[in-house]
């Protein structure tokens, strides 16, 4: 019998002579009235509550920019505690704040101090490089968010095999920058197509901004499905690592084809 579960048997109103309880109408008006449970109430991740946490790591983010465009020799340390860091969350299985915040920090240094460098170059580039940033994130968010472009897994294969391309293609380049191979700022994406005046880096940094809308996309799916799947709330940190990470490859993608396209 049912009844012959603990948890039933040890509760009053599961027995055979309970009651069943009342409610007044004055405490079910206080209970409609009340407001909706959020995510700390029910330890759940919601999109709400991962865009705060995403707002965080933007705020420490812009922090950390504003001491490597003041203090820039902090550039490269900075870069490898981004790099170790972005490894270690990868890799872990369960998300830590800390280390995403930390992430955000590191990262935030070191996109400060390059792009001062690139202002110094390129007098307006990075407010240029920054609104164009937003500009494809709003768009690609709103998009998103209508149902008109959705993750596939055809897509997916796609996009995959596409950032293997541009991986290889780049370590070519950075090699060849390196012996001497090719001239200008930019190595190969410095070559200009026949005479188009139109350069391979400006080409190859349009499809690279693709990927980065279409990763963008997959971010906001993997963020939909873990509210779906009622994911634990500490999970919401998972959505916010994997937008910045998306976010701050896109910025520093634009930020050199705007460079390529001044040069």
Known sequence: MALNNPAFSTNPAFSPNGQAATVSAEKLEQMYQSPSATAVDTDRMTVEDTITKTAICFVLLLAGAGVGWFVPVLAIPAAIVGFVLALVNIFKRKPSPGLILGYSAAQGIFLGAISMFFESQWSGIVIQAVIAT?????????????????????????????????????LVNLVLMWTGVTGGSFGLNSVELGNTGIKLGLIIGLLVVLLGAYSLVLDFDAIKQGVANRAPRIYGWSGAFGIMVTVIWLYLEILRMLAISRD
């Open 134 to 170: 937003f500009a494809v994130v709003g768009v690609t968010l709103a998009l998103f968010a209508s149902g008109k472009i959705r993750a596939s897994a055809k897509a997916t294969k796609i996009f995959l095999i596409a950032m293997f391309g541009y991986l290889a293609y780049s």
